[in-house]
T-cell receptor, first 115, second 112 residues
Framework: DAGVIQSPRHEVTEMGQEVTLRCKPI?????LFWYRQTMMRGLELLIY????????DSGMPEDRFSAKMPNASFSTLKIQPSEPRDSAVYFC?????????????FGEGSWLTVV | AQSVTQLGSHVSVSEGALVLLRCNYS??????LFWYVQYPNQGLQLLLK??????LVKGINGFEAEFKKSETSFHLTKPSAHMSDAAEYFC??????????FGTGTRLLVSP
């Protein structure tokens, strides 16, 4: 079975540009998470969805960040306008909602550099 | 609120030596605890998890961890390090199954 698929794997963009990161969760998983990883702050949960509905977006840093999940097999994380401090690795992850303690599966990440 | 503290941002061992990566947690409810590993330029993958069954949990690649409630610890061990174990290791805690809170990670360096 395919894992969590993210694109692009690497992106370099100029400050002020819009960035869109994409994620395809594992088929059948009804929870989707977006994490950000930086040297300074480690792994931070930005937002998560259950059955395509955003449940908790308290980790989204500011209004420049937005996330959508239009259907069960696709989600986007958008940064507009981007800033150098947004440079990080962004991970998408998913899990099934069956049972209480199921493993969260991570994608390989999108490495974003804003110059 | 829940949190985890990983002691030591870097741990260096020789190949064949014991690996010990420390994790202490804070939780007001019975916790679920996880160890994830991240190899360079890759995502995180699960090593093992504690879900209130056996306190000694065995994971992949010869790793294991012991849940000690009295010490609020969930340290990760491996009897004999291999070069391929060099990676970053993350401890995480959850209660409800939606959210995990991750520690800051420990980079394991293995020398020949």
């Amino acid at each position: 079975d395919a894992g969590v698929i993210q694109s692009p794997r690497h992106e370099v963009t100029e400050m002020g540009q819009e960035v869109t990161l994409r994620c395809k969760p594992i088929s059948g998983h009804d929870y989707l998470f977006w994490y950000r990883q930086t040297m300074m702050r480690g792994l931070e949960l930005l937002i998560y969805f259950n059955n395509n509905v955003p449940i908790d977006d308290s980790g989204m840093p500011e209004d420049r960040f937005s996330a959508k999940m239009p259907n069960a097999s696709f989600s986007t994380l958008k940064i507009q306008p981007s800033e150098p401090r947004d440079s990080a690795v962004y991970f998408c992850a998913s899990r099934t909602g069956q049972g209480r303690v199921n493993t969260i599966y991570f994608g390989e990440g999108s490495w974003l550099t804003v110059v | 609120a829940q949190s985890v503290t990983q002691l030591g941002s870097h741990v260096s061992v020789s190949e064949g030596a014991l690996v010990l990566l420390r994790c202490n947690y804070s939780s007001s409810v019975p916790p679920y605890l996880f160890w994830y590993v991240q190899y360079p330029n890759q995502g995180l993958q699960l090593l093992l998890k504690y879900t209130s069954a056996a306190t000694l949990v065995k994971g992949i690649n010869g790793f294991e961890a012991e849940f000690k409630k009295s010490e609020t610890s969930f340290h990760l061990t491996k009897p004999s390090a291999h070069m391929s174990d060099a990676a970053e290791y993350f401890c995480a805690v959850g209660s409800g199954f939606q959210k995990l809170v991750f520690g800051t990670g420990t980079r394991l360096l293995v020398s020949p």
